[in-house]
């Protein structure tokens, strides 16, 4: 049996692991295997989540039934195994998410590359450009002539962070044989704002909650963002993308409670102490001992009260539309951030033309597909290369006739 491998990320790699008692050839375009990886968790890889299965499920955004074999038979767990046995020690942090030792993504290819180089040829330099199945034949054309497989795993990725090789090609080898691509958008991403907030960038916000009311409903995360020079980013701000991405987003708003943990009423307490002890000083000084100094311009021409108020001229009216401006500073959206610099690609190939166990085409025997090319996609936390994975050792597994 000869099994053809397009990618070798995370899917890729992990598929070839599993093709056993096979005559296996990995192709990647690249000079190297496992170059979106060098890149995870900020060059750390944050491989996977040492979780449960039933906390796993509601981090993955889109796919999750669809994956519910895959995660089953090869749990983080699993997958801790299969890397500390290609050589690489694993701790695990906060949020349950796992790294190696050294904290360094290349452990984690390496251990990747050695155990699917038990199996496969892993040929690197070598781009597919089109793939089509003559009889029961798989024909591969690259860049450096054609291949024949008997099965064919197509594990290309999405289309962000186009620089490591995943440009979409794979989508375009999956509609050859006729399947669907549900349209790729961005995901863990940043949101671009329509109004300038260039005096903000660099401002770190902890403890606030972000909400997005958007295609009628409302999206609301609780943590840390951030401000870059043209919108809003951070771990609240991925997530949130994931969930508004396909929404219509022109005319919608952010909003941000800058002080979560207050009621109304305890936040209008604060304020009528802080200015009963700063009476003399101007608004804008006052805000200081509550708020960033960058972000309290916002908050005073959100609540239409005079920066240059004194503390003991601030009337009550004035205090609420204060009290109410920290509590839901508005942001007009723009839209989400270019696809290219999404952690992830939402969309892809049509779930319900592969089969969830094997992960092969319904629509073509022998063409199987695994990672990120898929319609799946999750939240941050090591899920994403953990459904790669999954998916691959499905395919590999099921493509080398196990
Ligand atoms: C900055 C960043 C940080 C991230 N951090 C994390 C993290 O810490 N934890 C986590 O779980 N997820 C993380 N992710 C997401 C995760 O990396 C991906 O979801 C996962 O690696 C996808 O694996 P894949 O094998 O499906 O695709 P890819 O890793 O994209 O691999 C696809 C491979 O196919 C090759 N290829 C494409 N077309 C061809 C062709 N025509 N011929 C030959 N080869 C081809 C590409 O060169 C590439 O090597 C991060 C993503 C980014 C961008």
Redesign the pocket.
Known sequence: MRVGI???????LVAAGFCENAEVTL????EK?????Y???KGR????NNCALYEFFPKIVNGGKFLTSALTAFPPQSFMEYVSDGGVRLKTERGNRVFPTTDKASDIIKALAARAGKNAAIMTD????AVRKEGDVFKVA?SRGEFEFDRLII????V??KA????G??YAFAKSFGHKIVSPVPALCGIRLASDVRTLDGLILRNVRATVTAGGKKFSEFGEMDFTERGVGGPIILTLSSYINRCALAGETLCIDMKPALSPNTLDERLVSDFGEMPNKDLVNILTSLLPSSVIPYVIAQSGVSPRVKGNSVTRDMRYALGFSVKNLAFPIAGLEDIDTA??TSGGVELKEVDPKTMQSKLCKGLYF????LDTDAL???????C?AAT?RAAGIAASGG
């Open positions: 397009i990618g070798g990320g995370a899917a890729g192709l990647e375009r690249n295997v496992g170059k979106k990886l890149i995870t968790g890889c944050n491989v996977t070598v781009r597919v450009t690259t594990a290309t990725g999405g962000s962070y490591t090789g995943s440009t090609d794979g952690v992830v695994a990672g990120e090319i941050t936390g090591g899920f994403n290369i953990h790669a691959g």
